[in-house]
């Protein structure tokens, strides 16, 4: 069970790193989702702090600070189940696996983390 946690959690931070970088970056795919989901382009910077904030709290909690780990899972969770009603909301169902994705690999390191 370990070697799951260990996996699946360094999956969930480098897909939410690569996902604040281009946040950041203002790519063009982010800029046309942001758009389409009426959320400001102003948003996107603060979006990436926090799947940023949620990557490094999952670091922290593979170095021991258990605790942080499951509350930077959770806000993960929170976060993608968030992400998922914007795209419900807005019918903006075309790309709604990507937040589905980042959702599971969410919930998957939270039941990890948990069972540690």
Do not use: C, E
Request: aromatic residues 8%; hydrophobic residues 65%.
């Amino acid at each position: 069970m370990l070697a799951a946690y260990a996996i699946v959690t360094v999956l969930t931070i480098a897909a939410n790193v690569w996902a604040a970088v281009i946040d950041f970056m203002k790519a063009d795919p982010v800029v046309a989702n942001s758009d389409a989901l009426g959320l400001p382009r102003s948003w996107l910077f603060w979006l990436g702090v926090l799947k940023l904030a949620g990557a490094a709290g999952l670091t922290l909690g593979l170095l021991g600070l258990r605790p942080l780990g499951v509350a930077a899972a959770l806000g993960l969770v929170l976060f993608f189940v968030g992400a998922i009603i914007a795209h419900l909301r807005a019918r903006v169902l075309g790309n709604i696996p990507f937040p589905g994705v980042f959702l599971a690999l969410a919930v998957a390191t939270l039941a990890l983390t948990a069972a540690q």
